[in-house]
């Protein structure tokens, strides 16, 4: 019990903020490069099996999260 009598509401409600403002900006910036390419990625990656672009969008993403991540942190 004393695990959870640490646990604050003001951390819990902070940390959902958190989450949901991170996948907010993750897709907001997946449709800006999905707008900015002069090739649609999806059909790329998926029927073209461009595993060079899968894996320059995933580390991409690896990135933003890191940024946001140490944004929300500071």
């Not at 990656?45 to 999260?65: P, R, S, T």
């Amino acid at each position: 019990m004393d695990l959870f009598s640490a646990i604050e509401l003001a951390e819990v409600v902070s940390t959902v903020f958190y989450t949901f403002m991170g996948m907010i900006l993750m897709f907001g910036a997946w449709k800006f490069l999905d707008w900015i390419t002069p090739f649609p990625i999806m059909k790329e990656i998926e029927e073209d099996q461009n595993v060079a672009l899968a894996i320059v969008i995933g580390l991409l993403f690896v990135a933003m999260a890191i940024i946001i991540a140490a944004v929300i942190l500071s």
